[in-house]
């Protein structure tokens, strides 16, 4: 994805957006303007009137954005190009205070495929955040099931959040730690 970082940006329709980090969901209005901060995994952070707001890939006309495309499958797929797809969905999300996405920084604990007789997928996902109390877990974990759910044969996406074991930074990637540092 092209950078984005730092341009402008002027709301040009109502909008929904979930402020960072407390995770609320507001509506931005028309006319509002600020700076693209992140534009990571298909989500935009915004910076506006002294607070940040992610909005989805989906609503990125709303911004002036080509909105983002759903995953594809290609004909006659197999459970590995099934499961490739979702683990390429689980790297386009991103807490949107860190331009990290959530299998580098080590959050997925496992994720498992299910194959129903009529085709369709349930996936299992567990996983967990960079801090208990933070105020984006709900909302994360709301982004890694729609965008699951957004892949043709997946019906049903469930995210389990779990502290068991506590993150820490030993579970990033190699080079996740080294892109913030943590070595």
């Known amino acids: 994805m092209r950078s984005y970082e730092n341009e402008p940006v002027i709301i040009s329709r109502e909008v929904r957006a ?17 700076f693209i901060t992140q534009a990571l995994g298909g989500s935009f952070t915004l910076y506006m009137e002294g607070n940040l707001f992610r909005i989805s890939g989906e609503d990125a006309d709303a911004i002036g954005k080509e909105p983002v495309m759903p995953p594809e499958l290609p004909p006659n797929a197999t459970e590995d190009d099934v499961r490739r797809i979702v683990w390429d969905q689980l790297r386009t999300c991103y807490d949107p205070e860190i331009p990290i996405n959530i299998v580098d920084l080590g959050l997925v604990y496992d994720c498992d495929l299910t194959t129903h007789e009529d085709g369709t997928r349930t996936v299992n996902v567990t996983m967990t955040l960079t801090a208990p109390g933070c105020g984006m877990g709900d909302i994360l974990v709301q982004d890694v099931k729609e965008k699951l759910e957004r892949i043709p044969t997946v019906r049903c996406a469930n995210v389990e959040l779990t502290f068991d074991p506590p993150w820490d930074r030993s579970m990033m990637s190699d080079a996740a730690r080294l892109q913030t540092g943590m070595f």
């Open 18 to 34: 979930v402020m960072v980090p407390s995770g609320i969901e507001m509506t931005l209005k028309p006319g509002q303007t600020g």
